[in-house]
């Protein structure tokens, strides 16, 4: 039997969770009570409400999918993100952006806490949102229940059509039932991220055809997070515990002709395709998961939009297709979009089960699931989408791209899969698995060995680690997921992995999901010579009742330059034999 491309360790020590020291601050403005806020805002949101009913006014350009909507802006002294949540709960608004201004002192009570400072400004957040007559009752309500002392509760959305466009706000009726199986059952579903057939652009053919394919790549980037809020997830897609996919920019079809319509916008293989829609998730998470080949996508212009036709000549990927009438024999066609994507992504999935099916001691049937999860994004990276991005944009703060959290991960996700690191054995890279379950307020310990030869020699080091998980639900609180699982170095190894060598997802977004992905990349590895690394794998109670322990996987993968280190996988093969007597196990650590 071939040795399969996964070594396994097991956590060593099993702990309760160590909560961070913090308190809740407190504010450096006063602020009115409560009473005062519900008598000096109802009737103003009793004005608008009227004002709404008469249609007193209204935008004439209509967003699809919704009513004709208003604009809505509230002045928020301080922050109260209780009351945000609620608002982004709330079918019928939709975000359109939040910025912090300062906020004269006025007689309603908003002034500062020090009274030498009570002159001074007191600074705050406008937030602003779309609205309609339902979503501005709804509002009204909720205010009415905070003004009675009463607790804010979720509103719950309607089932509408299984092609309908995430919203932003609370998981679909979709999204909800697939997040329940998932957690019920221990599956996992592999979703694509939808296709979009049109994007606005604000150029005419005979423009876009006078650019060159560098100005016609940034520009066609550019129209595309313009419109970001109308190429977002299809739902169920936001499911917080399935695996979404989305189709990068490539195939294997090698030159072809287009029409005299027709275009090719993307250059880089990285880069998401055209008819690939993009994130974030829910709660800003990241979505898509991963990115999945998906077709070298043409555009054909016509009027102001960019239409991403899907049909079957090439490029894209080659498939087996029914004859047509009267034609023998077997036939092919290509196909575009997310929909292969997926399929590729899913026939992946079945490789890593059968190898993991291989290994002496497979996983238990009860973290198949888990595993997979795990796996299918350990293989992600950006590569060079966020280089190639900064090379058309400029430097980070550019009015286009917000680094790291912003526009990035809702385009790429975690980035493409490498499949090669997922289904191949090499000296100079060693993956290490490991899976087990925890319970609320608990922390795992794993120890990962670090090579000596790591310290005689300089060059690149990539460290990769990867925690997924499925979480069970709470549709009644705004937070959603009962369960938040995470992974931390202690503080000696945050002295080497430095932030300068991270790559890919921050950890603050990539906690906001199920899958926590970080990869570093730098030299800064040569200050351990045949050490471990501590990773602790904590969970906490989020957002509800936590009363049954949750199933995880871990993955961390180390490489080097082939040229400089040649023996990573056996020196850690031997450290992790030397430690480990037993097949793993995914029973629960002794205290």
Known sequence: MPDPPFLTFKAVNRSPRVPPKTGKPI???????????????????????EALAHKSFQLHVDAPGYLAEEILVLEIAGGLEDFLETLREVEGFEWLGDEQVDFTPDEDGFRKRDPRKQSESVGGLLYLFATNLPALQQL????????????????TSKLGKMARIYDGHAPSAWARMIDWLQWKYQVLFIISAGNCSRIPVEMSLSELEKLSPEELEKAFVAFRIAEARQLRLLSPAESINAITVGSHHSDETGPVNLSSIQLMPIRHPDMPSPSSRNGPGFLRSVKPDILMPGGRQPISVIGDKANCYLGHLAPGQKVAAPPSPGQPGPATKFIRGTSGATALATRQAAILIEQLSEMATPPPPSHMAVIVKTLLTHGASWNDADTHL??????????????????????????????????????????????????EDESLEFRFPIPASLGTAKGKKRFTVTLAYLSPINPHNRKYRTARLSFKFPELINAFLSKKGRRNVDDKQGCKGTIQHEIYEDETLRGIVDGEFIINVECREEGGLMDTPVPFALAVTLEGAPEIFPNIRPEITEHLRNITAVPLSSGRVPV
């Open 140 to 155: 009204k309500s909720a205010w009415k229940q905070k003004a009675d002392g009463e607790g804010l509760s979720g509103i």
């Open 390 to 439: 900064r090379s058309m944009f400029g430097s980070p703060g550019s009015k286009h791209i917000k680094w790291k959290g912003g526009t990035v991960s809702p385009l790429v996700g975690h980035g493409r899969i490498n499949e090669k690191l997922l289904n191949s054995i090499e000296g100079h890279r060693a993956t290490v698995l490991g899976w087990d379950t925890i319970s």
């Open 27 to 49: 504010p450096d403005y006063l602020s009115p009570s409560r009473s005062d806020q519900a008598k000096r805002l109802l009737p103003k949101f009793g004005k608008l409400e």
